[in-house]
């Protein structure tokens, strides 16, 4: 009977410890199904910059089985005092974390974080987390430099391919790019592009123009035709409209594109695109939230991660043998047998670099305060996730700068 009745003691202690376990999973279960994530972009779907965003906000939701309840996104939004009423409102709907995802968004979302500190705020190409040290603030990037290289290298065989088929000489490679901003965000892409496609065609040269916006149909496609005008081979971007590519496609000129395939729309002229895949970020950032993890004040991927990716290459447009040389540097990316900004490749003003100090903490004077060139290499994205590089090398051609 005692050994009767201690089997049965033991069964009703199982079954309370089955109940309690069953309880806290669904509880958990339930945390879960209550947590909300909020995002504020630029513009929308119209914006190749946004669009990217958007898929990849819609990417991570599948990943993290999210429902349409728990994911609330705020388009156009511009960079002002509107992100700021939007971070709030989404508070007040319930996001336990926010993302927004243009540079001039930053003091607006320092400015919710501040207010609301339970709420985790996460701003892509940011520059001011990694000082400003609030708990609930963080800045993410990638190492996009490292695409916009492999991008560079696709147009430099593009141009040699030109160049043998008795199109122009090689003293006549010339390169064109519409950047929006000559923040060192848009000057470390510009860069990394050219570097990329004179380590396969030594002559060639870059001119450069500017928008003062990130988005601006009308003058990205009048900054391309200006550029073809003054006799550019191929022209490519870091500004976010169709403008440019469809004035490529109208002219013939080829085009290397920025944050994803124009091919579609531009069949005759599209090569390649680099972009930033921020789907990594977004699920590592949500599930750190989700379990009350900390998020790294500046988190930044590349090639390895994942975060950093091609399009499909066009091969009607793109040179023979563009895939297998790509593939090849790639590796070397990866593995640190190649670096973008390798000073043995760039001068400025005639000189090769051996120490540079860069304005990383962002002060108001924009003082320079951190040495980054170590072991030959100018060490891009390594001290603060947003890009520092500001250097304006010899080859490239700036036709303005008043952005």
């Known amino acids: 009977m005692k050994k009767l009745i201690a089997l049965l003691l033991c069964l009703v202690m199982v079954c309370a410890m089955a109940a309690c376990a069953d309880g806290e999973a669904k509880k958990g279960e339930e945390a879960k199904s209550d947590f909300k994530v909020g995002f504020i972009f630029l513009h929308d779907e119209n914006s190749t910059y ?10 991570a939701k599948a990943e993290l089985g999210l429902t349409d309840d728990q994911v609330i996104i705020r388009k156009n939004v511009p960079e002002g005092q509107e992100c700021y009423n939007a971070a709030a409102e989404l508070v007040d709907e319930g996001c336990d974390i926010i993302f927004a995802d243009s540079f001039g968004h930053e003091d607006f979302m320092i400015q919710a974080a501040k207010e609301f500190p339970n709420v985790q705020f996460c701003h892509a190409t940011g520059t001011k987390a990694h000082t400003e040290k609030i708990a609930n603030y963080h800045n993410a990037f990638a190492h996009i430099y490292q695409g916009r290289y492999l991008a560079g290298v696709a147009a430099g065989l593009k141009m040699n391919e030109m160049i043998a088929a008795g199109k122009f000489t090689a003293e006549e490679a010339k390169i064109g790019y519409i950047g929006a901003f000559t923040y060192a965000e848009v000057v470390s892409g510009y860069t990394s592009f050219f570097l990329g496609a004179r380590s396969v065609c030594p002559t060639v040269t870059m001119d450069v123009t500017f928008t003062g916006s990130w988005y601006d149909e009308t003058a990205e496609k009048e900054g391309a035709q200006a550029l073809i005008g003054r006799d550019c081979k191929l022209i490519s971007q870091h500004a976010d409209s169709m403008g440019a590519p469809t004035a490529c496609e109208t002219a013939g000129i080829p085009n290397v594109s920025y ?18 895949d921020w789907t990594p970020y977004f699920v590592f950032a949500i599930k750190a939230a989700m379990n009350g993890e900390e998020i790294p004040y500046d988190w930044c991927g590349g090639l390895k991660e994942g975060s950093v990716v091609l399009t499909d290459i066009n091969t009607n447009v793109a040179a023979e043998g563009t895939a297998e040389k790509l593939e090849e540097v790639k590796k070397g990316l990866e593995d640190g047998t190649i670096h973008v900004y390798d ?3 760039f001068t400025v003003d005639g000189k090769q670099l051996d120490s540079y100090l860069a304005d990383v903490d962002t002060d108001p004077a924009y003082e320079k305060d951190t040495e980054v060139i170590h072991d030959g290499y100018f060490d891009e994205s390594n001290y603060r996730s947003a890009p520092y590089f500001d250097l304006r090398i010899d080859g490239i051609n700036l036709l303005d700068e008043k952005y």
């Open 259 to 276: 944050n994803g395939s124009t091919e579609a729309a531009c069949p005759n002229t599209y090569i390649v695109s680099s972009r930033i």
């Open 343 to 345: 000073v043995t490749t």
């Open 50 to 59: 946004d669009l990217n965003f958007i898929n990849a906000a819609n990417a």
